[in-house]
């Protein structure tokens, strides 16, 4: 034994079958947590799996939209300078006017 080191006893009081029986009943209590605790971390990655899948989805349905909205926008300015002969000053004033009727109905929904 190395120099200053001290000894300890310790003593269990009562049947030794009872302690085992209860590390048992750890055991057989902590293996159960880790199974629940394993199907939480499954349904937690299905969660977020499937978040991820919709976000990325909802991306590309957003870069679709806005392309979209840009050829609609090129569609409008070019019907108005042919058929109106509207300006480029006008054209802005009407997609202006257009945005702000869309910011309106938002608001009433």
Same mark, same amino acid.
């Given at each position: 034994?190395? !120099?200053?080191?001290?000894?300890?006893?310790? *003593?269990?009081?009562?049947?030794?079958?009872?302690?085992?029986? @209860? /590390?048992?009943? /750890?055991?057989?209590?902590?293996?159960?947590?880790?199974?629940?605790?394993?199907?939480?971390?499954?349904?937690?990655?299905?969660?977020? $799996? %499937?978040?991820?899948?919709? %976000?990325? !989805?909802?991306?590309?349905?957003? %870069?679709?939209?806005?392309? &979209?909205? *840009? %050829? !609609?926008? $090129?569609?409008? $300015?070019?019907?108005? *300078?042919?058929? $109106?002969?509207?300006? &480029?000053?006008?054209?802005?004033?009407? *997609?202006?006017?257009?945005?702000?009727?869309? /910011?309106?109905? @938002?608001?009433? &929904?």
């Amino acid at each position: 034994m190395a !120099s200053g080191a001290r000894r300890i006893i310790v *003593e269990f009081l009562g049947d030794g079958k009872n302690l085992v029986r @209860e /590390i048992g009943n /750890i055991e057989s209590r902590t293996h159960s947590l880790g199974g629940v605790l394993k199907s939480v971390g499954k349904v937690a990655f299905l969660g977020l $799996a %499937a978040g991820v899948t919709a %976000a990325v !989805s909802a991306g590309g349905l957003f %870069a679709k939209m806005a392309v &979209d909205d *840009e %050829a !609609s926008v $090129a569609l409008l $300015a070019k019907g108005l *300078e042919n058929s $109106a002969g509207a300006t &480029d000053k006008q054209v802005a004033a009407v *997609e202006r006017w257009i945005t702000k009727q869309g /910011i309106a109905k @938002e608001k009433v &929904d």
